[in-house]
Nanobody, 116 residues
Framework: QVQLVESGGGLVQPGGSLRLSCAAS????????MGWYRQAPGKERELVAT???????NYADSVKGRFTISRDNAKNTVWLQMNSLKLEDTAAYYC??????????WGEGTLVTVST
């Protein structure tokens, strides 16, 4: 069974930074996509950023230039460096790992609150 464990959420002021981590364990196919999604209160879950095992990245327009996704394939770990945080970045952030069309795993989420 695959498990994803997130960490790094918290409370930060606008303009501040946070770094989220997600460690995956279990039987994991080497060619996969890891990513971060977020869900704000009353809104649907949305893509933040993804990164393939070969290093290709994809970002939501709302976070381009502020967030950076990275990974360590040997450790099955993905990070999300979040800079210049805005009030609208407040959400629960979820780690995702997937391969093929049938293997799709989620973490339990970590809360990021941007507030004065």
């Amino acid at each position: 069974q695959v498990q994803l464990v997130e960490s790094g959420g918290g409370l930060v002021q606008p303009g501040g930074s946070l770094r989220l981590s997600c460690a995956a364990s279990g039987s994991i196919f080497s060619r996969n996509v890891m990513g971060w999604y977020r869900q704000a209160p009353g809104k649907e879950r949305e893509l933040v950023a993804t990164i393939t095992s070969s290093g290709s990245t994809n970002y939501a327009d709302s976070v381009k230039g502020r967030f950076t996704i990275s990974r360590d394939n040997a450790k099955n770990t993905v990070w999300l460096q979040m800079n210049s945080l805005k009030l609208e970045d407040t959400a629960a952030y979820y780690c995702n790992l997937r391969w093929y069309s049938t293997r799709d795993y989620w973490g339990e989420g970590t809360l990021v609150t941007v507030s004065t």
